[in-house]
């Protein structure tokens, strides 16, 4: 039952306006559309019949065109689809439906979280409301009603502006939205509650006033007031870098508690998880407060990047994804520190989108087929598509890439377009060829690019020979070569640039264009043996091989110009010295560590002029998931083994200078979510994270002091985790006193789920069963299911315990939840996804829970992901 993008075909009707009216009640909800349809010009066929989409959870009640009610004889209900044979060229559709919004598990459509209404559509869950067609080029101006007991749902919002309230003759109030941007149906939204909303007002650059409402539960709304900033930020640095304005009179966002994904930018109505919105000091970590300002940005820029020029089918998701996250990093890149971002961002890209590049899930950015749409709002679709986007930005420089973006607004402005539309216009505004670049949206897999060097002193040349090759991927057998920027600097042995000449430019730093299968590029005027630095900023998604020495990697790590690639240079250092350790842990020798890292970390921590946060995160080892992805074979306790081996080795060598960084960057001030406050605070953590780790008692004291006394969620959550995952004496009574405290705050209680499920213990997979039957856990609340399953997903001993209970607990938790929630059952077989990677023993066992979660009935979701996953 998969679905084709070589099938595309345009819709054969179209509809011009939606008038919706919503009456809403605790048992039943019905939902009376008036859909103005006419047949599509563009389809040449006449005759075509009107097929409506539709849910199983969708009744209806009865359906009339232009005023006559069609008898059942007159139309039929087939696989969920409403299907009308006799139609007129133009006519006005009427349709009742009931939904019982109550028993919505899916949380797509319209559903209830807490006390409230609210919808869900992308991709293809307005189907769940009433028959309609579903599809993203079929854009239409949508008019809602929404009818509601006034008591309890003050506050009724759809998207647009509200341009009518009153009384039904029940009693009821009645609000009226209108919306004057045509947008396909996953775009609309619907929110009703008792809801407290904080107000704010955005002057757009040509001087329009805009009305900025944020709502939530009443308990949450002293938590808004980052995220109304981060929406002003985000808002002014479009109509800057973008020339992007924001074109209605209001923008609103409602917070929700239960929500499948992050967030979703339906027109003029935001809706968030909770997780991504609600943000202070006291309950709220760093890296949550960045990701509320990211995620604030990412759905407002999806107001230009997604809802002014939409998707024409759900193929092509990576033209408004790609983009918009490409928008997002940059946002958050010009907000903070460039070089840290970009770096999170890589290290995210090189752990689990190349391992999802590498798995069965495997697919190109613009995927040619799919049998659920939900199982591709993934990290090739969302990271790898934005990598493509920063390479044309890389390829055409900043101004032609801005005249490419305005040229792709002003030609598609009211459409829904592809992604060779978006490449078009970036190629007719630079007049640079990118024919061959295309090949990145329909290629899967990370191509590895293999560099191999040669100088030769007496003619002072030097040469690059660059190979690419990409591994087959499910599907594709044989790959082609792609058109790959790779920027590159030149470093002397002392660690200064040499400003070579490249193609008659001086070369400190240029961008060679690979575009075969193996090419060499010469460079002259080079007075001495190089060290070359490679693939700076990480100017394409790609596997680098060059066999670098320890000296290079050392002299890259602390005299590259390129922040970014000193961090690389450190990382790879740390790998060659992991994957010789796991090699010895894997075949029960004793572990012997190299010194040359040792040697790196000591200067890194004496140089005062280095950012704390770059400091902190080459600090932090490859982590446990980066590490499993690099292996061939996974053998995940000699990684465990091998990682608290390394990190102990260090912690004792350089004590001293943990304790001093520890002190010196202790803040005294009150808490800011500035990048200098963050960067100083990770830096602060990671060396406490380091000393816990050594025989000194104080370190034990210094975690247990900064958990009692820390006046932020970032500091407190820090020493929580260190304690537990140090084995520090009182970590038990620490993760007590947490729940204690903040046993009213769920999102914290989120990270003590997590923190809890992803402790070592002997009995780790008790703990997990107790904090699933735990008074703070719901099973209803995709949140807190990823917090109990994700935590025990990172306990390498739980998850992975030998006798294949780990994975038969996630196995049945997926059976389990499938029947409620499908996409949120599908996203948890990703770590079963990876079996064929792991060492026999395990992986044996973790196909036979594939095997028998194979065997069940399930949904479209779940069966793609496991099918895909036993090929
Ligand atoms: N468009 C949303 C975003 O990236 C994500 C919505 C995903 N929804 C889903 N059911 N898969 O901002
Ligand atoms: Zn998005």
Known sequence: SAIYLKDYKVPPFLIDKTE????????????????????????????????????????????????????EEEYQLVDDKLIITATADSFVLTCETLIEPQNNTR??????????????????????????????????????????????????????????????????????????????????????????????????????????????????????DYAMEALKRSMRWDEEKYGREYDLDIFMIVAVDDFNMGAMENKGLNIF??????????????????RVEAVVAHEYFHNWSGNRVTCRDWFQLSLKEGFTVFRDQSFS????????????????????????????????????????????????????????????????????????????????????????DFVAAMQDASGIDLTLFKRWYSQAGTPIVTVEDQYFPEEKRYQLTIKQETPATP?????????????????????????????????????????????????????????????????????????????????????????????????QLAVNELTQLIEQAS??????????????????????????????????????AYLSELATTIDPLAIKQARQFLKEKIANALTEQFVQTYQNNIIRSEYQASAQHIARRSLKNMALSYWSETADKKGEAAVAQQFASADNMTDQFAALSIAVHSGHPDAATMLDA???????????????????????????????????????????????????????????????????????????????LDKRNPQLASRLCTPLTRWKKLKPALSEKMKAELERIMAQELSKDVYEVISKSLV
């Open 475 to 571: 599907g594709q057998p044989t790959k082609l070569p792609l058109h790959i920027p790779i920027r590159v600097g030149l470093l002397t042995a002392q660690g200064q640039e040499i400003a070579a000449q490249y193609q008659g430019e001086v070369a400190n730093d240029v961008t060679l264009l690979l575009t075969q299968a193996e090419q060499t590029f010469e460079f002259t005027e080079v007075p001495s043996q190089p060290v070359p630095s490679l693939l700076r900023s990480f100017s394409a998604p790609v596997k680098l091989h060059y066999n670098y020495t320890a000296d290079q990697l050392l002299l890259l790590m602390s005299a590259d110009t390129d922040g970014f690639n000193r961090w690389s240079a450190a990382q």
């Open 333 to 420: 890149a010009d907000m903070h520190s460039a070089t840290v971002k970009r770096v999170e961002d890589v290290s995210f890209l090189k752990t689990a989108q190349f391992a999802e590049d590498a798995g069965p899930m495997a697919h190109p950015v613009r995927p040619s087929s799919f049998i659920e749409i939900s199982n591709f709002y993934t990290l090739t679709v969302y990271e790898k598509g934005s990598e493509i986007v920063r390479m044309i930005h890389t390829l055409l420089g900043e101004e032609l890439f801005r005249k490419g973006s305005d040229l792709y607004f002003e030609r598609h402005d009211g459409q829904a377009v592809t992604c060779d």
């Open 587 to 624: 075949a029960g020798q004793p572990l012997v560590m190299d010194s040359q890292l040792l040697t790196g970390l000591t200067a890194l921590l004496a140089d005062e002029s280095l950012d704390p946060a770059m400091v902190a995160l080459i600090l932090a080892l490859p982590s446990q």
């Open 20 to 71: 919706l009216t919503f009456d809403l009640d605790e048992a039943t909800t019905i939902v009376t559309s008036r859909l103005h349809m006419r047949r599509n010009p563009l389809d040449g066929k006449s005759n075509a019949p009107l097929i409506l989409d539709g849910g199983e959870d969708v009744k209806l009640i009865g359906v009339a065109m232009d005023g006559y009610a069609l008898p």
């Open 107 to 224: 949380l797509e459509g319209l559903y209830r979280s807490s006390s409230m209404f609210c919808t869900q559509c992308e991709a293809e869950g307005f189907r769940h409301i009433t028959y309609y067609l579903d599809r993203p080029d079929v854009m239409s101006v949508f008019t809602t009603t929404i009818i509601a007991d006034e008591a309890r749902y003050p506050v009724m919002l759809s998207n647009g502006n509200e341009i009518e309230r009153g009384k039904t003759e029940e009693g009821k109030t009645l609000v009226v939205w209108h919306d004057p941007f045509p947008k396909p149906a996953y775009l609309f939204a619907l929110v009703a509650g008792n809801l407290a909303v904080k107000n704010d007002l955005f002057t757009t650059q040509s001087g329009r006033d805009v009305k900025l409402q944020i709502f939530t539960e009443s308990h949450n709304i002293d938590k808004v």
């Open 738 to 816: 947490f729940y204690q405290q903040w046993k009213n705050e769920p999102l914290v209680v989120n990270k003590w789920l997590m923190l809890s499920a992803s402790q070592d213990a002997d009995d780790a997979l008790a703990v997990v069963e107790g904090l699933m039957a735990h008074p703070s856990f719901d099973l209803k609340n995709p949140n807190k299911v990823r917090a109990v399953l994700g935590g025990f997903g990172q306990n390498v001993a739980g998850f992975h315990n030998a006798d294949g209970s780990g994975y038969r607990f996630l196995a049945d938790q997926i059976i389990v």
């Open 273 to 290: 998880n909770s997780s991504c919105l609600l943000a202070s000091p006291k309950t709220t970590t760093d890296d949550a407060f960045l």
